[in-house]
């Protein structure tokens, strides 16, 4: 496996989304949805504490996370990325949407992405996602761009999904 961090952080371009670092100067954008060990920031230091922390993982090798930037006017309109390790060949992919920008495609494209990153790139074997089994737009998400539910969250309210293939 090729794993982080790189020579230089990768940028992942589509025609609508472009994955790229998360700077400083984003901090604004993200700071509604800016969470770390399920903590959301409460102001922009927070936020950027978090972001440290965030790179400092990226940095030890244990995770990737990008911002969505809009393709037009490269503000971070959510963010994608693999966290918690890649034990075994295995990557937990993580995201969320800045509520403005949802229903209009930007996660459906970042996943896409950072799914083939994860498997074409890094080498990882699997990639899995763990939702809640409320979130039936997450659900519905996964399901669309490939994954396959692997558990029914009976124990607890947490569903897990495989990826399986994508979907164009």
Known sequence: MKLPPYCIFPKICSDSVILRQIKTGDLSDILEISFYDAKLALNVDEASEMLAKIDFDYQQGSSIHWGIAHPETSEIVGTVGYYRGFEN???????????????????????????????????????????DKQNIKTVNLLNRVGFTQTSDGLNNDEVTFEFNKIQV
């Open 89 to 131: 060949g295995i990557g937990e992919l993580g995201c969320v949407l800045r509520s403005s920008f949802r229903g209009y495609g930007f996660m459906t494209m970042a996943i896409k992405l950072a799914v083939e990153y994860g498997l074409n790139v890094i080498g990882l074997a699997k990639v899995i996602a763990i939702t």
